[in-house]
T-cell receptor, first 118, second 114 residues
Framework: AQTVTQSQPEMSVQEAETVTLSCTYD???????LFWYKQPPSRQMILVIR??????QNATENRFSVNFQKAAKSFSLKISDSQLGDAAMYFC???????????????FGKGITLSVRP | EAQVTQNPRYLITVTGKKLTVTCSQN?????MSWYRQDPGLGLRQIYY???????DKGDVPEGYKVSRKEKRNFPLILESPSPNQTSLYFC?????????????FGPGTRLTVT
């Protein structure tokens, strides 16, 4: 079974600075998808960024980028130019590329709470 | 607007009183799923449905039931709620299973069982 580990429960960043959130995962599969979700105080789950394991290029979405290290099974999220609105809980998640039946689920880490200091 | 809706958003109930949390999507999605979120545990899948009349257990199905009689609706049923089912519940849907399809989440239902 796949597992996702987010070892840092909390992080803090100064507004306009850069912060990196760590995530590691364990899987025996070679083809899969990795995600970062943001959960603000409203509790809505918002997809921030997605990475396909078969792609070597790291995904980027505006101020958000990932460092995907497949061999190390590491998937960190970098937030540049942090804004007050980035304060939220962030979840790393894994999904098998087979994605049928039980493999269709998202496996989540425990989450990390990010605070942004003005 | 494409969305997943859940009702109620907040619910306080007592042990043993049957309840249903509704989930509806307007995107003609085949796949729907329920997750629960607990502090320090992240989100865990309760049940999922590949299509109408096709449902199966996720990782934490005990104490829950689901049904999928219509494509758009996927209610979560707690026939005899217990305090350990106090949690934040999310419904999610995607067009199909398969690698490229994003799962869309509902706004969440905060359930407290006393």
């Amino acid at each position: 079974a796949q597992t996702v580990t987010q070892s840092q429960p909390e992080m803090s960043v100064q507004e306009a600075e850069t912060v990196t959130l760590s995530c590691t995962y364990d899987t025996s599969e070679s083809d899969y998808y990795l995600f970062w979700y943001k959960q603000p105080p409203s509790r809505q789950m918002i997809l921030v960024i997605r990475q396909e394991a078969y792609k070597q290029q790291n995904a980027t979405e505006n101020r958000f980028s990932v460092n995907f290290q497949k061999a190390a099974k590491s998937f960190s999220l970098k937030i540049s130019d942090s804004q007050l609105g980035d304060a939220a809980m962030y979840f790393c998640a894994y999904r098998s590329a087979r994605s049928y039946g039980a493999n269709s689920k998202l496996t989540f880490g425990k989450g990390i709470t990010l605070s942004v200091r003005p | 607007e494409a969305q997943v809706t859940q009702n109620p958003r907040y619910l306080i109930t007592v042990t043993g009183k049957k309840l249903t949390v509704t989930c509806s999507q307007n995107m003609n999605h085949e796949y729907m799923s329920w997750y629960r979120q607990d502090p320090g545990l992240g989100l865990r899948q309760i049940y999922y449905s590949m299509n109408v009349e096709v449902t199966d257990k996720g990782d934490v199905p005990e104490g829950y039931k689901v049904s999928r009689k219509e494509k758009r609706n996927f209610p979560l049923i707690l026939e005899s709620p217990s305090p350990n089912q106090t949690s934040l519940y999310f419904c999610a849907s995607s067009l199909r299973t398969g690698s490229s399809y994003e799962q869309y989440f509902g706004p969440g239902t905060r359930l407290t069982v006393t």
